[in-house]
């Protein structure tokens, strides 16, 4: 997976970790942080963080266009850091601007989207120009593998980060975290109020945080709580600047290693010449409708999957367990999960190699079940955990698939019988409505949202429903997003790569706008059939990739 890549893959691959960890530090938390600190509801809440994404994978679109005409992609990149360390700040520390926080906060959103917008996809295209050499076009695929595979390096220890940084500052003020208390405060004091048995409710809970705490002071106790809250989640923002100072150290000191790709192929008679691919306008347009068919089908899978930080966020919190044992603890702990994971890994290598690779592999798997065994040793036998951890198993299960999906999809080509990347996305769409039809079962019930009020004891399922619905996410994912980089950065025109890159995001803006429909739809239906919106989503897009399949394969021979 890793061998004959390219040097400045990974230069590239380190550069967007770094970015990557402190996007998703901050998706982590944010419809958290809008709900808890301002108490806006679930569609409310959907609204913003949809807007915010639209825009934030809108804007690669704009970056294309300017990298292409004026500044180049490097140069676009290098801004696009500069401006999303700004907007981060702002969004930390939205005090910058006086008493207009919210303002702050919207702007710093804005921010975000310009400065990711000149970043990300002239990023992917720096790494697609690599593979245009004719040394590395067989390791097209592989190479966006592994460069998707950093990205959720990054993402995978986002929600620990953010975890970590909201329980050290709510323990600083001498609280625990509990997300019922933002949602009974901002019931109390709204213009419906609270009943009389939810106020006690909600007396009971926050003496577990205050003993002294009684119905005279309970609003204080609240409004302590919630800008305390606030406080915390703003801070976990702030991680995201530290994240960008890596990325752009990497970036600039490893300038060596990408600049000399560029969009061209050998010339035979001189191998150390290179020559601009050419195509006719009838070419160029095939090319382009086919990108703008495929951008079309992955729309509705954006939909389903960006759903992890609106409703399955919000089914996180309000209907699974907040405490689990021992052993389920293991999955909410990365440093308990990893050397697992890591043991595993190196045990079966122990028992498939042989000599030397043999020893080595059997260190490696002693010293990661020593390590995993003193960390669950120091587990409770009840755990309690946070809404966004759920949040790294999807980069958890990248990271982990992807060495198996190059692998198989190695094998298949030496065989010959490796699916084509527009084949990969159909089949990805499919395996994306299996995981909701798990959320669907695992719904049926349950009180729904609409039927809730002021109810706080009720049923709660399993962290294991959401676990399995990630990981099947998550092979759909990996037969959708890095096949869908790769197919365009192959695809693409030449002189238009960035601007189809940006196109590729476009799609992907106008999926994520379209995930406020399930928080539209949280209290309107009953939970479970809020899922199978995306379960027929999935298999039309799936049907519709199958019928444009002859016009893909005639621009990819």
Not at 69 to 75: A, N, T
Not at 264 to 281: G, R
Request: net charge positive; glycine share 8%.
């Amino acid at each position: 997976m890793f061998k004959e890549q390219p040097k400045g893959l990974f230069v590239t691959a380190l550069a967007n970790l770094g970015e990557r960890f402190g996007y998703y530090t901050m998706i982590a938390i944010f419809v958290l942080f809008l709900q808890a600190k301002y108490g806006y509801s679930e569609a409310a809440a959907g609204e913003i963080y949809a807007t915010f994404l639209l825009f934030v994978y809108f804007m690669p679109l704009v970056g294309g266009v300017i990298a292409d005409h004026w500044l180049g992609h490097q140069k676009t990149v290098t801004l696009g850091m500069l401006v999303m360390f700004f907007g981060y700040l702002l969004l930390a520390f939205p005090t910058l601007l006086g008493q207009l926080e919210l303002t702050a906060i919207f702007t710093a959103l804005g921010v975000i989207a310009v400065g990711t917008g000149l970043f990300k996809g002239n990023l992917q295209a720096l790494v697609g120009r690599m593979y245009d050499n004719p040394t590395y076009e067989s390791k097209r695929d592989s190479g966006f593998s592994v460069f998707y595979m950093f990205i959720n390096i990054g993402a995978m220890f986002a929600p620990t980060a953010a975890q970590a940084v909201v329980n050290f500052v709510l323990g600083r003020s001498g609280f625990t975290y509990d997300s019922r208390i933002p949602e009974l405060f901002h019931k109390m004091v709204g213009a419906d109020g609270l009943s009389a048995t939810a106020q006690q409710d909600f007396l009971s809970i926050a003496q577990l945080q205050q003993a002294d705490v009684s119905l005279t002071n309970i609003a204080e106790f609240g409004q302590a709580y919630v800008n305390a809250l606030g406080g915390a989640y703003q801070l976990g923002f702030g991680v995201a600047c530290l994240s960008l100072i890596f990325s752009f150290g990497i970036f600039i000191l490893g300038k060596r290693t990408y600049t000399p790709a560029v969009p061209s192929k050998t010339d035979k008679k001189n191998p150390s010449e290179t020559i601009e691919e050419t195509l006719s306008p009838k070419e160029t347009r095939e090319r382009i409708v086919a990108l703008l068919l495929v951008f079309a089908a992955v729309i509705f899978f954006w939909m389903a999957f960006h759903q992890n930080g609106l409703t399955l966020t919000y089914f996180a919190r309000d209907y699974t367990q907040t405490s689990v044992s021992r052993f389920t603890n293991i999955w909410f702990d990365l440093f308990a999960l990893l050397p697992v994971a890591i043991a595993l890994i190196a045990g079966y290598f122990t028992v498939k190699r042989s000599g030397t690779q043999r020893w080595v592999y059997a260190v490696v798997c002693l010293i990661a079940a020593t390590w995993a065994y003193y960390r669950i040793a120091g587990f409770s036998d009840s755990n309690p955990f946070t809404p966004q951890l759920f949040q790294h198993f999807n980069p958890f299960f990248i990271v982990l698939l992807t060495p198996i999906s190059v692998g198989l999809f190695n094998h298949l080509a030496r065989k010959g019988k490796e699916p084509s990347a527009p084949r990969k996305i159909a089949l990805g769409m499919l395996i994306a409505g299996l995981a909701y039809l798990l959320m669907t079962w695992g719904s049926v019930g349950l009180l729904s949202p609409m039927e809730r009020g002021d109810v706080v004891d009720y049923a709660r399922v399993t962290p294991y429903w959401l676990i399995s619905t990630y990981f099947v996410l998550t092979i759909a994912e990996l037969f959708i997003s890095p096949m869908g980089i790769s197919f365009v950065s192959k695809v693409a025109p030449p002189k238009y790569k960035g601007l189809m890159q940006g196109g590729w995001f476009a799609a992907t803006a106008i999926g994520n706008f379209l995930i406020q429909i399930g928080s539209h739809f949280w209290d309107q239906v009953p939970l479970w059939s809020l899922w199978l919106i995306f379960v027929v989503c999935c298999i039309l897009s799936a049907f519709f990739m199958v019928s444009i399949m002859k016009k893909l394969d005639r621009v990819t021979k």
